[in-house]
């Protein structure tokens, strides 16, 4: 016998997957959201604000909520809830250089510390609850410019995945409860012998979760089962990457799933199954930051240092090595390509026909995505330095800067200005969008502007 759902049993049921589907178009599950891509469409969200105590209340702040301690780590928005990181000095103050003049040095902030997973209410901001994951000396230094919790959180279903680098992987549900951790041992990302942290945030497809390892003494990339953390495969990355602080991008297509990784001398994609090497691409800058991302179709991936900046578009389906040469920028696997203009620690954005690029000098470039023409190069401030990624929605894109303010850009190909909204604090957590609202995070607090 068939069971037929009476009207209201069957309205209910609409209702909820009505309900789900909204939810999960509101999510923000990883760092930079879905695809990495940096981009929602729901509505109109904010242009004009300025949440500098100083100037008083502001209307369009929601709500705003101290956050204890110090952490780079990006909201990251999961139903009613929003998820931070961030690492609590058991004595003083932490330290953190803001503004030019990163010179490659070990911040003083060696003392106890205590790594924390944070939670709170999307609407209200009141905290939901806190986990402290470990606590303990750091087994690795950090840049000045740089914390102890530079990674972003990711969320799958009911599981919420942390990953602190040398301080262990841990996997906790909605609620907060842990359901399992790991211990990678030492993953110490470091130049001219001094540790500058771990930044490459956790990606997560179905029931695998990657993560990026590539410590220049043992570089790795591993990936483990989220229902249980079991580690099922790791590939060496030895003369492929020297060090790296990028999230690795999981992207399915057709009849594969690959995990893309930033990189240098190599930016090389793998099997997320078995993880056999697919493509790879040489060259690049050899302090790889920004993530690769999916617009387009196509993969996106950017690097800046060291005399080298380029930008290349990928298919998807390439294979082998597929480095452009000087003669030619493009081929079979390559849209297009270029040696110049590329962005060091900022993600970029590509919104409607444009590729949007932030740098830490405070130049925002622009290129055509499809065709790779550049469209302009604009100071946004003459004190401006973009390290957090760039966001776009609703016709605007939105670029933080670490002297506090973040600034508003029309989108499209003439370069305007909208808004310079002051933040009263350093931004290196790159925002999140649910639902119209913005949420931002300073150097002590996260904000929902709507």
Not at 334 to 354: K, L, N, Q
């Amino acid at each position: 016998m068939k069971l037929v759902p009476t009207g209201w049993l069957l309205s209910l049921l609409l209702l909820t997957a009505t309900e789900l589907v909204a939810q999960q178009a509101s999510d923000w599950p990883a760092f930079r959201g879905r695809q990495a891509q940096g981009v929602v469409e729901s509505g109109a969200v904010a242009s004009h604000w300025n949440a500098d105590r100083d100037h008083g209340p502001d209307e369009r702040i929601r709500w705003r909520t101290d956050v204890p301690g110090l952490g780079h780590s990006s909201p990251v928005i999961s139903g009613n809830r929003v998820f931070v990181l961030t690492a609590i000095a058991s004595q003083g103050e932490a330290p953190l250089k803001v503004g030019a003049g990163g010179r490659p040095e070990a911040a003083d902030d060696n003392g106890e510390q205590s790594w924390v997973v944070l939670c709170y209410d999307k609407q209200t901001g009141r905290e939901l609850w806190r986990q402290v994951a470990k606590k303990g000396l750091p087994r690795a230094t950090r840049h000045a410019k740089a914390t102890h919790a530079n990674t972003s959180v990711a969320v799958q279903g009911d599981r919420v995945v942390a990953f602190f680098g040398s301080e262990g992987l841990y996997c906790y549900n909605l609620e907060g409860e842990l359901l399992w951790k790991r211990d990678l041992g030492v993953v110490d990302i470091s130049k001219y012998g001094i540790g500058w942290g771990y930044a490459s945030s956790p990606a997560i497809y179905r029931d695998r979760i990657a993560l990026i390892c590539d410590d220049p003494n043992n570089p790795y990339l591993v990936v483990l089962r989220l229902s249980d953390g079991e580690e099922l495969w790791r590939v060496s990355r030895t003369d492929i990457c020297e060090r790296n602080w990028s999230t690795p991008l999981i992207h399915p297509t057709g009849e594969r799933t690959q995990v893309v990784v930033n990189g240098w001398p190599w930016v090389v994609s793998y099997d997320l199954a078995s993880g056999d090497e697919l493509w790879r691409i040489k060259g690049g800058g050899d302090n790889p930051v920004p993530t690769p991302f999916v617009a387009n179709g196509w993969i996106y991936i950017t690097s800046s240092h060291g005399g080298q900046s380029p930008i290349y578009v990928v298919r998807p389906e390439a294979t082998g090595d597929v480095s452009p040469t000087e003669e030619a920028t493009s081929n079979e696997a390559i849209v297009w390509s270029t040696r110049r203009g590329g962005a060091y620690m900022s993600t970029p954005v590509v919104y409607g026909d444009y590729l949007y690029l932030g740098n830490s000098n405070g130049v925002l470039r622009c290129f055509h995505a499809k065709t790779g023409e550049k469209i302009y190069e604009q100071r946004l401030g003459s004190d401006a330095g973009i390290i957090a990624s760039l966001v776009a929605a609703d016709g605007k894109i939105y670029c933080p800067s670490e002297n506090g303010t973040v600034y508003v850009v029309r989108a499209g190909p003439e370069f305007e200005l909208l808004a310079e909204n002051r933040m009263g604090q350093p931004c290196f957590a790159s925002p999140a969008l649910s639902a119209g609202v913005l949420f931002i995070r300073t150097t002590g607090e996260l904000l929902a502007i709507e």
